[in-house]
T-cell receptor
Framework: QKEVEQNSGPLSVPEGAIASLNCTYS??????FFWYRQYSGKSPELIMS????GDKEDGRFTAQLNKASQYVSLLIRDSQPSDSATYLC????????????FGAGTRLAVHP | DTAVSQTPKYLVTQMGNDKSIKCEQN?????MYWYKQDSKKFLKIMFS???????INETVPNRFSPKSPDKAHLNLHINSLELGDSAVYFC??????????????FGSGTRLTVV
């Protein structure tokens, strides 16, 4: 099992819809979870972090964490074509605060 | 006022050459990293330095040698370049926290092409 798993996509959603991106991780001891957005040819950009079970909202983005199921998701409400990018889930291993392990990323395409 | 800056942005070189990539951050972070992103877009950690000390070295060939003259700079020197070294190399920084990881700030990347 990979340490951080994501569906590679592409996930195609119409403009205005909710995009749901999922990530599972293998280390039960992980305490911090991050979502990065990477546009083609650009560097990853941190968009959300979550540390506790439940939901965390920031504008159109909501991160959801379920540690019992080792599952973290990112919801993007009112998706816009400008949200089209690859979304990377990143998790540090237990005690490995100085190292983030990235999933392979999910490519999101928002079409008008 | 770029937070994490890398140079050069593009690097095209022949097999067997030696090249360096430089990275500087002005965020006051104490930890810096080198990540490699291959053609499948998979980001993998190579090295991590905390206050100039190497703390992570992930099964990277010893042709790759990082150097951190101070906590704001982390350079990567690559000897005897091979075709398989072609990738995008990202520098990143973060503030290490005992209570959990903080997110990274990435540089703009260096696209290395070995021909």
């Amino acid at each position: 099992q990979k340490e951080v798993e994501q569906n590679s996509g592409p996930l195609s959603v119409p403009e205005g819809a909710i995009a749901s991106l999922n990530c599972t991780y293998s280390d039960r001891g992980s305490q911090s979870f991050f979502w990065y957005r990477q546009y083609s040819g650009k560097s990853p950009e941190l968009i959300m972090s979550i540390y506790s079970n439940g939901d965390k909202e920031d504008g159109r983005f909501t991160a959801q964490l379920n540690k019992a199921s080792q599952y973290v998701s990112l919801l993007i409400r009112d998706s816009q074509p400008s949200d089209s990018a690859t979304y990377l889930c990143a998790v540090p291993p237990r005690g490995g605060y100085n190292k983030l392990i990235f999933g392979a990323g999910t490519r999101l395409a928002v079409h008008p | 006022d770029t937070a994490v800056s890398q140079t050069p942005k593009y690097l095209v070189t022949q097999m067997g050459n030696d090249k360096s990539i430089k990275c500087e951050q002005n965020l006051g972070h104490d930890t810096m990293y080198w990540y490699k992103q291959d053609s499948k877009k998979f980001l993998k950690i190579m090295f991590s330095y905390n206050n100039k000390e190497l703390i992570i070295n992930e099964t990277v060939p010893n042709r790759f040698s990082p150097k951190s003259p101070d906590k704001a700079h982390l350079n990567l020197h690559i000897n005897s370049l091979e075709l398989g070294d072609s990738a995008v190399y990202f520098c990143a920084s973060s503030q290490l926290a005992k209570t959990g990881a903080n997110g990274y700030t990435f540089g703009s990347g260096t696209r290395l092409t070995v021909v």
